[in-house]
């Protein structure tokens, strides 16, 4: 079972979510933990895991040898980024803007395009006690981020049958946000009761709704704001799955880098309800463990 | 000889557009006579590669010169590559830019003179 964490808004409280869970269900289940927020990993902080490997994580970009080409500018025509394109008397390559489609090789009718590998990120992974643990690291001024978050959710694939993984989205709802939700059986949207956690919440389940993810709202920061979240909630038919109150004692815990469920009993109930509620609102047909 | 000037929208009194790859319109002139035309600038929405888009529809109608606010590193390569000269000049009408280059006013630049994206949130 795949359950992701995502929040549109930034700083909600998603790597809070998302790291009281997995060390809530560690106790009795098998869990993965795949910090998807490649531009920032930070579950790691918390979860501190022992790093046993690591790999590059690369993309094809094309290399053109003029002498082959005969012009026929289909390259460009293929490329929705403008990586590539004949200008004057040459070919222009962009490797920061190529996606790694491969379109452009692929329609060179003179097999002017090889690809070479450019590196664009890394990454990591190991535990944290039970924990399995991977996270990704996207190279600082490369801007592509989803085949990182991609390569992050295969290391799944060698994880034992009945595993839980707990994915820790990155904020927004861009295509790095897309890449870590799709193929969830359940998303925790993350949001705060003020007038910016509830905008960019509406975007979120815009999101997972087309991604047709089964989802729910955790509230943190519970008692700040107004009731303009839970009033749309309401009318939205949207599943409220869990609260956590805005007390300094919780900040502080978070801000030394604590564990919620470790140091406040009531945090340890409501992660486990939480979990109940999960599996009660999770639709008929979810691999539930 | 055909020149295009950014601008921000489609006649000589138009006020210029200092973005390149982000422009609302190209005004595609010939100085001698000013005959014109207005182009839309399609890259203006672009995700990314906008400069080279634009740098690219410049090409394809055989301009030569452009009169710009400023330029990225992406477009300036592209725009060199086209063979295309680029001349600066800060603000004024469209028809302020044309008079400004007939009397050799304008600064030509070979390399860019901002970052990528910066005319992203510029409007």
């Known amino acids: 079972m795949i359950i992701s964490i995502a929040s549109g808004k930034g700083g909600t409280g998603k790597t809070t979510i998302a790291i009281n869970l997995a060390l809530t269900l560690a106790e009795t289940e098998s869990v993965c933990f795949m910090d998807c927020d490649v531009e920032e990993p930070n579950a790691h902080l918390f979860l501190k895991p022992v790093l046993e490997g690591s790999a590059q994580v690369t993309v094809p970009i094309p290399i053109v040898d003029e002498e082959q080409c005969n012009r026929c500018g289909r390259c460009g025509e293929i490329c929705a980024f403008n990586a590539i394109l004949p200008l004057g008397n040459h070919i222009l390559t962009f490797p920061e803007l190529c996606h790694g489609c491969g379109g452009c090789t692929l329609l060179c009718p003179t097999g002017a395009i090889r690809e070479e590998p450019l590196e664009i990120g890394v990454v990591e992974w190991g535990h944290a006690g039970s924990i ?50 799709s193929d969830s059986d359940f998303c925790l949207l993350v949001t705060e009761p003020t007038p910016f956690g509830l905008h960019d919440l509406t975007l979120a389940v815009d999101m997972v709704r087309a991604l047709q993810v089964p989802f729910g709202v955790v509230i943190n920061r519970a008692g700040l704001g107004n009731g303009g979240l839970v009033n749309y909630c309401k009318a939205k038919n949207i599943p ?50 | 000889m055909r020149i295009a000037v950014t601008a921000q929208d489609k006649n000589l009194d138009a006020e210029f557009d200092s973005r390149f790859g982000r422009c609302k319109y190209f005004i595609i ?95």
């Open chain 1, 132 to 181: 399995s643990h991977t996270h990704g690291r996207l190279k600082i001024g490369s801007p592509l981020a989803p085949p990182i978050v991609k390569a992050v959710k295969n290391r799944n694939q060698n994880m034992p049958e009945g595993t839980i993984s707990i994915i820790d989205a990155p904020p927004g709802t861009s295509c790095p946000v897309v890449a870590s939700v």
């Open chain 1, 240 to 289: 409220m799955l869990a609260e956590i109150p805005f007390e300094r004692k919780y900040a502080a815990c978070y801000a030394k880098g604590g564990r919620l469920v470790e140091e406040f009993p009531e945090m340890k109930e409501a992660f486990q309800s939480l979990w109940q509620t999960i599996c009660a609102t999770a639709p008929e047909g979810t691999k539930l463990p």
């Open chain 2, 29 to 123: 002139i010939d100085p001698d006579t000013e005959e014109y035309q207005a182009e839309v600038n399609q890259a203006a929405t672009a995700h990314g590669g906008a400069g080279i888009q634009s740098a690219q529809f410049l090409a394809n109608r055989e301009v030569k010169t452009v009169i710009t606010g400023h330029v990225g590193p992406n477009a300036a390569r592209a725009l060199e590559a086209a063979g295309i000269k680029v001349f600066i000049m800060e603000s004024g009408t469209v028809r302020d830019a044309i008079t400004a280059y007939k009397e050799g006013n304008l600064t030509e630049v070979s390399e860019a003179t901002v970052d990528s994206h910066s005319g992203l949130n510029m409007s």
